[in-house]
């Protein structure tokens, strides 16, 4: 089973360091590259209050992409649910399908930044936004297959779709351009991952955060298949999983590790992602490769010698190598979109990692 390529962009940058509007050039210039380099997909975050994920409309961004990618699926990584009204999201969604004439899949999610949450009015201990989540998903597909005039009335919405009118042509009429829809993918970020389980009962595509050592991934597959059993259903092939990953390739292992501590990465973890998950419980738990190793032990150094992909080409091939071979085998390994500084040097690491690494590991 080939590798294939996916890009995931937050995106992250270091708040107060570049106007706004610069860092979405910054963003639609990097994925343009990417679809150049063969990348297969891309997923685009959304966030609201998130000073570092500065992208609330990735649909706006997707649609400016379409022009500037020839072959790169686009696609939302994710929509989160509790931000929208099902209606106007059938209708974007499908509208966004459209204009790509299919290049699209569509990542779906409750959110789990906690000022977006609260914006959206839930309560950070409550499970509402889950809930709300899964009925809200549900409904945009029911609209999509079988509209039915009638009131769509529940604890978080309420709208209505009208009797056709066919001398006048007023109906609901929208449908994606992919039939009944585009491939739905969500993401798992817990080793025994109810939104994966649920991946595999409903035939969705499952992907895998960054952040976990591979004893977690292994729990999350055994999540989708536990899914499709209890749904009756035969497990998915690996080839769906996506499996996010930092990497970094520099001329030497020496010299892509210093870039990678010092550097977008270390500087994205030390400052931001370090910092939020410690304010939630059990969460640097999780980037652990043994359980008994105390919180501060979680350093930079650790991330880059047991999670991150950093090194030559050559050593990033074997870690890859070795990723698959620990997991039981994945699809797509998606890398996370860091700010590009230097630029020829993050330019150059893909670069390699496309045109060298990858087409090496056909093999596995």
């Not at 390529?5 to 610069?22: I, K, N």
């Not at 209050?49 to 649909?59: M, V």
């Not at 059938?90 to 977006?116: E, Y």
């Not at 999350?220 to 499709?228: D, H, T």
């Given at each position: 089973?080939?590798?294939?390529?996916?890009?995931?962009?937050?995106?992250?940058?270091?708040?107060?360091?570049?106007?706004?509007?610069?860092?979405?050039?910054?963003?639609?210039?990097?994925?343009?590259?990417?679809?150049?380099?063969?990348?297969?997909?891309t997923w685009l975050g959304e966030h609201y209050t998130s000073r570092w994920e500065n992208i609330p409309a990735p649909?706006?961004?997707?649609?400016?992409?379409i022009p500037e990618t020839r072959t790169m699926k686009l696609c939302t990584g994710v929509t989160c649910m509790p931000?929208?009204?099902?209606?106007?999201?059938?209708?974007?969604?499908?509208?966004?399908?459209?204009?790509?004439?299919?290049?699209?899949?569509?990542?779906?999610?409750?959110?789990?930044?906690?000022?977006?949450?609260?914006?959206?009015?839930?309560?950070?201990?409550?499970?509402?936004?889950?809930?709300?989540?899964?009925?809200?998903?549900?409904?945009?597909?029911?609209?999509?297959?079988?509209?039915?005039?009638?009131?769509?009335?529940?604890?978080?919405?309420?709208?209505?779709?009208?009797?056709?009118?066919?001398?006048?042509?007023?109906?609901?009429?929208?449908?994606?351009?992919?039939?009944?829809?585009?491939?739905?993918?969500?993401?798992?970020?817990?080793?025994?991952?109810?939104?994966?389980?649920?991946?595999?009962?409903?035939?969705?595509?499952?992907?895998?955060?960054?952040?976990?050592?591979?004893?977690?991934?292994?729990?999350?597959?055994?999540?989708?298949?536990?899914?499709?059993?209890?749904?009756?259903?035969?497990?998915?092939?690996?080839?769906?999983?996506?499996?996010?990953?930092?990497?970094?390739?520099?001329?030497?292992?020496?010299?892509?590790?210093?870039?990678?501590?010092?550097?977008?990465?270390?500087?994205?973890?030390?400052?931001?992602?370090?910092?939020?998950?410690?304010?939630?419980?059990?969460?640097?738990?999780?980037?652990?490769?043994?359980?008994?190793?105390?919180?501060?032990?979680?350093?930079?150094?650790?991330?880059?010698?047991?999670?991150?992909?950093?090194?030559?080409?050559?050593?990033?091939?074997?870690?890859?190598?070795?990723?698959?071979?620990?997991?039981?085998?994945?699809?797509?390994?998606?890398?996370?979109?860091?700010?590009?500084?230097?630029?020829?040097?993050?330019?150059?690491?893909?670069?390699?990692?496309?045109?060298?690494?990858?087409?090496?590991?056909?093999?596995?």
């Amino acid at each position: 089973m080939s590798i294939l390529l996916g890009d995931f962009t937050m995106p992250l940058h270091r708040p107060g360091m570049s106007a706004w509007s610069d860092t979405l050039d910054m963003d639609i210039e990097r994925l343009s590259m990417l679809d150049e380099l063969g990348y297969s997909e891309t997923w685009l975050g959304e966030h609201y209050t998130s000073r570092w994920e500065n992208i609330p409309a990735p649909d706006l961004i997707i649609a400016r992409l379409i022009p500037e990618t020839r072959t790169m699926k686009l696609c939302t990584g994710v929509t989160c649910m509790p931000n929208h009204n099902p209606f106007h999201l059938a209708h974007r969604i499908a509208q966004l399908d459209q204009m790509l004439k299919g290049r699209f899949m569509w990542g779906v999610g409750p959110g789990g930044f906690p000022g977006d949450i609260q914006a959206a009015g839930f309560d950070l201990d409550s499970t509402d936004h889950r809930k709300m989540t899964s009925e809200a998903i549900d409904t945009v597909l029911k609209l999509w297959d079988k509209p039915d005039p009638g009131r769509y009335k529940n604890e978080f919405w309420d709208f209505t779709i009208t009797e056709p009118l066919e001398d006048i042509g007023m109906s609901f009429h929208i449908k994606p351009y992919q039939n009944p829809h585009p491939p739905i993918a969500v993401a798992g970020s817990r080793p025994d991952s109810k939104t994966l389980e649920m991946a595999g009962k409903r035939g969705w595509i499952p992907m895998s955060i960054n952040f976990l050592p591979t004893a977690a991934l292994k729990s999350q597959w055994l999540s989708v298949e536990k899914g499709a059993r209890d749904a009756g259903k035969e497990p998915p092939s690996r080839s769906s999983w996506r499996i996010a990953r930092d990497v970094l390739i520099g001329d030497t292992t020496k010299e892509a590790r210093k870039e990678a501590i010092e550097g977008s990465i270390g500087v994205a973890y030390e400052e931001y992602f370090l910092r939020i998950l410690s304010k939630i419980p059990g969460r640097i738990q999780q980037l652990k490769i043994d359980p008994e190793m105390p919180d501060r032990d979680v350093t930079l150094e650790y991330l880059a010698d047991n999670i991150w992909l950093v090194g030559s080409a050559d050593e990033v091939e074997e870690k890859i190598r070795q990723l698959y071979a620990e997991v039981g085998g994945f699809g797509y390994l998606v890398t996370i979109g860091h700010e590009w500084n230097p630029k020829e040097f993050w330019q150059n690491s893909h670069e390699v990692l496309s045109k060298e690494v990858i087409p090496r590991l056909s093999n596995l």
